[in-house]
């Protein structure tokens, strides 16, 4: 359908035609104009189309290096040096937001979290599963810690294999939520933005068209159960790894001084475990750490009434004989005494973090624009964009996939990895092109978050929980052999990203609305469904999916091969302006 997209050639004087219900320009293909001169003479000038997508040159204006003195030298490196550790402080700045947004987000649904991938009954349903995985990780804003919370699950033998397959789908979609977010803060530059939200909606199409294909398959067949039960069969139980997380290394000084959070509160309401009311998502205080543990300091205290203040802990009073066991706080903590619960502290982290994120975000942007104007700025995007020479070309993206899936995995996550992505493809020194590959390796990559976490479970379940990590993986390589492998297939979540992105650069507002209906409305709806069994699924669900498939049916023919439809399918003329254009919503939000 129609939503006044911009065709982004030259308009060189031509009249517009609407043709199939879209607006096109003739000089979308090549025309040839001609001029008169004093004698009457004719010449032909052809205008070649230009494509929107094409990345801006990178203009040079600054005074090229030969022509500066030596003071003048000086300052430019001085100048650079200094924007690069401003740049390098405003990314771990960034980096420390989205850290604080994922706490925000799971101190206000956490609890609520947890207690829905708990219930076993429901996660029976596919679909459900599927959805509840989307919301789940959009609620705690990490594909990691949904996905390490679904294998410990499977680890204790609270949740079968097969159901943890579909929700292990939706931790997929759910986590690229935060880039969505991030592409926002590009709103106010058009062109921009159309980079931005195109590359960041890049990474939705590749898991949902994944999804479309697997989910059917692995319902029907069970590849994926079958595949990894005949791997894991032959591996040994007697796991022992460690999740080295090198990124946190280097943000959790600062960001462990202002919140700390106990994601096992979160597994413990998942796996049914009887919690009380003090039990909370933040940390507060802990036993005393030891070489062995978390253990008890003894000691051995006489006297009839004595008064004892325990670190973190209201006074008590003591009758007799006893061991007092010494407590003391993990982190001293912005947060660690404050007599605010979980969502207060959630909501107040939540309004800190989008600040500090918009904030940086815009920072960054400005001193990527001061920085891509010079020689480096050239170098780095021949470097971001450049390919292997002659028949080796086509192994380029599989090196950018598995740089992609490394740098994720010591990130520790692939929402970091792609966030970070995205301003670089605003500001035109990636294209979505070149980008695609290194999200698709950045989806492997976290795969292995999900492999240290089973490596780390108990042996009695450390097959089970390895096992749904490997789906986790095999799921994403399925989506790789289809949707990147195959060269025509690999066009489809690239020209739908570019569709979107020019939606978003015409109707600005359309990001928002897009950020609600795909990743709340729309999973919250289809999870309602299922809540009603396969008739209400089925019944509402199928006719639903029935119309959105003849629609982009008749889209496809009305741009390829609009004569074999009947003459009122050509163009969707005769549907009501509000079910084929955005422009009426547009009159009334503008």
Request: glycine content about 8%.
């Amino acid at each position: 359908m129609d939503t006044g997209n911009q065709d982004g050639y030259i308009n060189s004087g031509f009249t517009s035609n609407e043709t199939n219900g879209h607006v096109k320009s003739d000089s979308q293909y090549t025309e040839k104009e001609s001029t008169g001169e004093a004698d009457d003479q004719k010449i032909d000038i052809e205008l070649a189309p230009i494509d929107p997508w094409e990345l801006p040159e990178l203009v040079d204006k600054s005074v090229k290096w030969r022509d500066l003195d030596g003071f003048g030298k000086v300052k430019r490196v001085l100048t650079l040096f200094i924007k690069f550790v401003i740049l390098l402080c405003l990314l771990y700045l960034f980096i420390c937001s989205l850290d604080f947004m994922s706490s925000a987000f799971t101190l206000v649904g956490g609890k609520a979290a947890g207690e829905a991938l708990g219930n076993s009954e429901l996660l029976q349903n596919p679909i459900a599963g599927l959805m509840l995985g989307v919301l789940v990780t959009v609620l705690v804003q990490s594909s990691s810690t949904s996905t390490s919370i679904v294998v410990s699950m499977v680890s204790s033998g609270i949740l079968p294999v097969k159901f943890a397959i579909p929700i292990i789908f939706g931790t997929n979609i759910g986590t690229t939520v935060t880039n969505v977010i991030v592409s926002l803060g590009q709103v106010g530059h058009r062109e921009q933005f159309r980079r931005a939200f195109a590359g960041a909606t890049l990474h939705d199409f590749f898991n949902w068209f994944s999804v479309i294909v697997f989910l059917p398959l692995e319902i029907a067949s069970g590849y994926l159960f079958h595949l990894t039960e005949l791997i894991v069969s032959g591996i040994s139980n007697d796991p022992d790894a460690e999740n080295p997380e090198f990124l946190k290394a280097i943000t959790s000084p600062f960001t462990s001084t202002i919140i700390e959070l106990d994601k096992d509160i979160i597994n413990a309401i998942a796996k049914g475990e009887e919690l009380s009311d003090d039990d909370t998502i933040l940390k507060r205080c802990c036993l005393k750490d030891t070489d062995y543990g978390y253990a008890f300091l003894n000691k051995t205290v006489t006297g009839e009434h004595l008064i004892i203040s325990l670190v973190g802990m209201t006074t008590v009073t003591l009758e007799y004989i006893f061991t007092v066991a010494n407590y003391h706080n993990l982190r001293d903590h912005l947060f660690v005494h404050t007599s605010l619960n979980d969502t207060e502290i959630g909501i107040i982290m939540l309004v800190v973090a989008l600040l500090t994120l918009c904030i940086c975000l815009l920072l960054i942007v400005k001193l990527l624009h001061s920085l891509m104007t010079g020689q480096i700025a050239k170098v780095i995007k021949k470097v971001m964009n450049s390919k292997f020479p002659g028949r080796l070309s086509f192994l380029t993206g599989y090196v950018a996939m598995m740089v992609g899936a490394g740098l994720t995995i010591l990130v520790q996550s692939s929402s970091i990895f792609t966030s970070t992505m995205t301003p670089l493809v605003g500001v035109g020194v990636v294209s979505i092109e070149n980008l695609f590959p290194l999200t698709v390796g950045s989806n492997l990559g976290t795969t292995a978050t999900s492999v240290l976490a089973a490596l780390a479970a108990p042996a009695a379940g450390f097959r089970d929980a390895l096992q749904i990590s490997f789906c986790h993986m095999f799921f994403n390589i399925s989506g790789i052999l289809v949707w990147y492998a195959i060269p025509p297939c690999r066009r489809i979540p690239i020209k739908t990203a570019k569709w979107m992105g020019e939606t978003t650069e015409q109707y600005r507002w359309f990001a928002f609305v897009y950020l609600i209906l795909a990743f709340l409305l729309f999973p919250v709806f289809v999870f309602g469904l299922s809540l009603g069994g396969w008739q209400v699924l089925v019944g509402v669900g199928t006719p639903l999916l029935l119309l959105i498939i003849f629609v982009i049916i008749v889209n496809i023919l009305q741009a390829k091969k609009p004569s074999i439809l009947p003459s009122k399918l050509q163009n969707w003329q005769f549907l009501p302006e509000p079910l084929r254009s955005l422009e009426p919503y547009d009159r009334i939000v503008v």
